[in-house]
């Protein structure tokens, strides 16, 4: 099947239409809020999440185009997007978003994807707050194999962890989705748009302003300047509690809880209605997860046990996967797939086998010799005991336990990760993603649990740095 580059309307209406579904109050009613919104880092650093790049509970998700291609855009008088190919990139600094910010510099120095796209690719990468030696336009940087995994951690405002040179264009801009007047202009001369930026926290006021109001905001720049292809994250989270095993795109109804899911999943009409392409990951997993393996430890550490005998069917896929997807629909030359698409590798994982591979590489930390986690040591500020923040105990021969039992026995040991986020985890949520990297040519790699293994170097050292930091707190 051949593919046409999807092709934003560049007239009133549509860009009406962006405004209006964003709510009432969009523009000069928007605030901007200092604290908490981090256009660039939240994609799966911290919070309430699990699933893509880090949003956990329901979204709605009626009404999304599903599948297919959208001739000429799908949008009248929609034309193929040409190169030279001038991308932005938005949360370039998060978990995900610096991930395809190196497949995207890496795939054109010939390291990469291979897009065949040639010479001409320049990328304008935002963040609320670029790396503090953001390179201007004219500027080199890019990462190369050799860049360490760790990099996938800088934090907003910290030096750039592109250090290797390359012959792409790589431009910095700040960039606040909470703040529209700092949007202004960011998709002039642009031919693509990935947005990866999102709010994933829990304050429903917020994640509005941020996922909705600010995502309505980057469309209007993104209609008004021309862009001819657009591709937005979103969550698989948008599902809901489940459990679910092997559904298509929208094969359940919506059950939204979090104020993440139900606002990224309205971001996710507002680019359908641009006439983009939308991906829900399930969980997303490799260096720079600070959310997925570590909600893994805590729960080993107030239940160590096999959950349900380890039988959960996880939709799961590494990170730097999920980036050469975003690179190869980025950048390919036939076009994208419009609509929307699950963007997990396309085998399920078992949560038995996952766990399994995170033990054999010795990736959890375990107590010290000697120490049985006795309730009445150190404690943390999540309960009384915390046997989770306090290092775990022998895993070499883990007990089965039902479904009931996990529930009842995680219950009575307080945490900071959640029943509905441990159903997430522990639980079927299995959605097929063949799809999308059929349809965009792009091999989907050999498996989250070979990338997790490639990872588990940082991240046993993330993990007992943060045991560290826990037991110097207490």
């Not at 523009?27 to 880092?41: A, D, L």
């Not at 698989?236 to 559904?247: D, I, R």
């Not at 939308?278 to 959950?307: I, Q, S, T």
């Not at 629909?329 to 396309?346: F, I, N, Q, R, T």
Request: charged content about 20%; aromatic content about 4%; overall charge negative.
């Amino acid at each position: 099947m051949t593919h046409v580059p999807v092709r934003v309307a560049a007239h009133a209406s549509a860009h009406a239409s962006v405004r209006a579904a964003a709510g009432d109050g969009y523009g000069g009613g928007v605030r901007s809020t200092t604290e908490g919104v981090v256009n660039g880092v939240t994609d799966g650093a911290t919070g309430d999440g699990v699933m893509g790049g880090g949003a956990t509970g329901d979204g709605v998700a009626s009404g999304g185009a599903t599948g297919g291609v959208l001739p000429g855009g799908g949008v009248p008088g929609g034309a193929p997007a040409t190169a030279p190919w001038r991308v932005v990139i938005t949360g370039a600094t998060g978990f995900i978003g610096s991930a395809v910010l190196r497949e995207l510099l890496r795939t054109e120095t010939g390291t990469g994807t291979g897009t065949g796209t040639g010479a001409g690719t320049s990328i304008r990468a935002t963040a609320r707050k670029p790396p503090t030696d953001a390179a201007p336009a004219a500027a080199t940087d890019a990462a190369t194999d050799a860049a360490p995994a760790a990099t996938t951690d800088a934090a907003p405002g910290s030096p750039s962890p592109l250090a290797a040179a390359s012959a792409v264009p790589l431009e910095w801009r700040a960039a606040d989705l909470s703040d529209p007047a700092s949007l202004r202009g960011v998709c002039e001369g642009a031919d693509v748009l990935l947005h990866l930026a999102s709010d994933i926290g829990r304050d429903e006021e917020r994640c509005e302003l941020v996922n909705v109001r600010g995502t309505a905001a980057l469309l209007d720049e993104a209609v008004r300047a021309g862009v001819g292809r657009i591709v937005h994250l979103s969550t698989a989270a948008v599902y809901g509690a489940g459990p679910h095993a092997g559904l298509g795109v929208d094969e359940v109804p919506p059950a939204p809880v979090s104020p993440a899911s139900r606002t990224r999943l309205a971001a996710e009409r507002l680019v359908l209605e641009a006439g983009g392409t939308v991906l829900r990951p399930g969980l997303v997993l490799g260096a720079g997860d600070r959310w997925v393996v570590p909600a893994l430890a805590e729960l080993l550490g107030r239940l160590p046990a096999r959950w349900n005998g380890g039988r959960g069917l996880l939709s799961a896929v590494a990170v730097d996967d999920l980036a050469r997807l975003f690179a190869r629909l980025a950048l390919a030359s036939d076009g994208v797939p419009g609509g929307v698409y699950h963007a997990s590798h396309p085998t399920p994982v078992r949560n038995g086998d996952l766990m399994d591979t995170l033990i054999g590489h010795a990736v959890f930390p375990q107590r010290p010799s000697g120490d049985s986690g006795d309730p009445d040591g150190p404690s943390s500020p999540d309960g009384p005991s915390s046997p989770g923040l306090l290092g775990l105990p022998d895993l070499s021969d883990l007990p089965d336990l039902s479904w009931e039992d996990c529930l009842e026995r995680l219950r009575a040991t307080p945490g900071r990760v959640s029943e509905r986020q441990f159903a997430l985890l522990a639980d079927d949520h299995w959605y097929r993603s063949d799809e999308v990297w059929t349809a965009a040519g792009c091999d989907p790699g050999p498996g989250p649990l070979v990338r997790v293994a490639e990872a588990a170097d940082w991240y046993r050292t993330h993990l007992r740095t943060r045991l560290q930091a826990q037991l110097t707190a207490s």
